[in-house]
Structures are given as C-alpha cells and as structure tokens.
C-alpha cells in the first residue's frame, strides 16, 4: 500500500537490534534493556529483576529529564547518569522513540569513559528500530 513500510518480519528486526547491543558487552555493561518511551520493553540481555518495572522507570527518567530541560529551555539530555558504589547506570536516548539502560561496573575504566561509543551503539540501533 502507498504510504506503509514494507514488512520487515519482527524476529529478523529483533535479531538486527540485539547483534547491535551485543557490542556493549565488549565495552563492559553488564545488563542492558532497551524499551520505547512508553515503557515496552524491545530488547534486553541480563537484567535480574522484572522487566517492566526497569523499562518503565529508564523511560520515565529520561522523559522527566527532557521534559525538565524543555521548561529551561534547553536541548534534550544527551544522557543520564546513575551512579552508586557498585554500579554505574547510564540511560541515553535512541532516536525519538527510545531509551538504552546500560548497567556496568563503576570507576574509572566504567561505562562513563565510554559514552561516546554507547551513543553511536544507540545511534545504530534507532535506524533499526
């Protein structure tokens, strides 16, 4: 039909994305979930607790903090930080409609002297997703 995308079978597009994120396990994450921003989980890779409930809370934390940047009339987070003593978090956008929690070790050689190459991973997974 005019105006649709073309089928593209959601376990191939499943699998594109997933080969994608695999690339954060070389950086050192030790869990990953990847949800819209309405909380629907698309991918995820040892998270231990429920799903749903950490998908919702990454989407609700990025969109309370874009929202915050708006009212102060700035540009949308380029990222969110969750530190504690033993794990480093980081929640960044992928395209419009979705977030990547990354979860890993803290410290120096953690998943924050690494953003740059997690965004471009969630730069080519949003032209999957």
Do not use: C, F
């Not at 995308?5 to 080969?19: F, I, L, M, R, T």
């Not at 979860?103 to 471009?120: A, Y």
Request: proline share 4%.
């Amino acid at each position: 039909m005019i105006g649709t995308k073309p089928y593209k079978d959601p376990q191939s597009e499943h699998d594109e994305v997933s080969g994608i994120l695999t690339k954060l396990r070389k950086l050192g994450a030790t869990s990953y979930i990847l949800t819209d921003k309405a909380g629907q989980v698309r991918d995820m890779w040892e998270i231990i607790t429920r799903e749903e409930t950490i998908a919702i809370m990454a989407a609700t934390l990025y969109t309370a903090a874009d929202a915050a940047g708006g009212e102060l009339k700035r540009k949308a987070p380029k990222y969110i930080r969750l530190i504690s003593e033993d794990a480093t978090g980081l929640i960044v956008p992928v395209g419009k409609n979705y977030v990547l929690l990354v979860s890993g070790k803290p410290g120096e050689q953690g998943l924050e002297s690494k953003i740059d190459e997690i965004q471009e991973i969630a730069r080519e997974a949003a032209t999957k997703v």
